[in-house]
């Protein structure tokens, strides 16, 4: 998904079911006004967190307690909303 000259929120992501782990995880992919690709991720396995504890499922948005995020191949673990809204103006300068 692209989104282009829209403020960058985490409420504009649109989550999936993860393509790897569809059952236990959700992801959003953005590519952001710079052309960086943003990857938001929260599920089993993942350096994530749902209501239900650290790595457990997370299959809807409303699980999830806080999120992996992958952006230019760096990995960051435990993000919060807000982070992510912060990381993606960051990032999309």
């Known amino acids: ?11 504009n992501l649109v989550f999936l079911s993860h393509p790897v782990t ?4 959700i992801m959003a992919k953005i590519n952001l006004d710079n052309g960086k ?8 396995g993942f350096y994530s967190s ?6 457990a499922l997370c299959t809807s948005v409303e699980d999830a307690a806080s999120f992996e995020v992958m952006i230019d191949g760096e990995v960051i673990g435990w ?5 992510i809204t ?5 990032y999309g300068k």
Request: charged share 35%.
């Open 1 to 11: 998904m692209y989104i282009k000259n829209m403020v960058m929120r985490f409420e």
């Open 22 to 25: 569809p059952k236990s995880g």
């Open 37 to 44: 690709e943003l990857s938001v991720i929260c599920g089993e």
């Open 50 to 55: 749902s209501r239900k504890g650290n790595r």
């Open 79 to 83: 993000q919060s909303r807000e982070n």
């Open 86 to 90: 912060k990381l993606m103006k960051e």
